[in-house]
């Protein structure tokens, strides 16, 4: 049952009611005293549609440390109860994981749609990512809805927010050397296996195995 009366006669509520799930109630309720005489009565509830927050739920995504601005990393799993809801989406906040970095920086690497929620890497993002820096990121986004049914405000109501993790692929990334010619002199006649110098490369992968040749 939805709802019970008290001794004093008081209908109070036995489950919450859901006006999408069904919004009039009509029961009959009786009262008897102790010689067994009754009377009973139709009763009528009418549920009230009032504005409830939307659900909000990014999955995680994955993205290769090469990847171009305006890469979408997908649409979150948004649900509001209420019809005709206009919902407005916003990014928070962005963290990394692995780096000390700000935040206000961090921001500037995805967008969101205000419309959809879907999640984009930007241009700046692009040029930043480096799975050995930064290998995961946090963004904490905020849906807003603009108070239908209740029309208590007009914009940005209720409100719930989510977090989307982004994961960093790591890609292989060719060794180079520090520069692009390098001059070199030995004295003549010295033995074979005489070290003539160190040629400065470095890599951006850590822990490969790498091979020295002529150039081919």
Sequence with gaps: AMFGVRKNGNLMV???????FRSTYSFRIAVTDKARESDDVTVTVTIVDVNEAAALTY???RLDEDAPGGTELGTPAVYDPDDDTVLEFELLSVHAGGVDQDDALLATFFAVDNATGTITLTDAG??????????NYTLS???????????ECVRRCKSTTALATVLI?????????????????????EAAGTSVGSLGWDDPDRGQMHYFGDSV
Excluded: C, Q, W
Aim: zero cysteines; charged letters at 20%.
């Design 59 to 61: 999955g995680a995504s």
């Design 169 to 189: 692929n790591d890609v292989n990334e060719p060794p180079y050397f520090t520069t692009a010619n390098f001059t070199l002199s030995i004295d003549e006649n």
């Design 126 to 135: 692009a040029e930043n990512l480096d799975y050995e820096r930064m290998p």
């Design 141 to 151: 986004v905020v849906v807003h809805d603009n108070g239908i049914p209740s029309g």
């Design 14 to 20: 036995v489950k919450p009611p859901n006006y999408e």
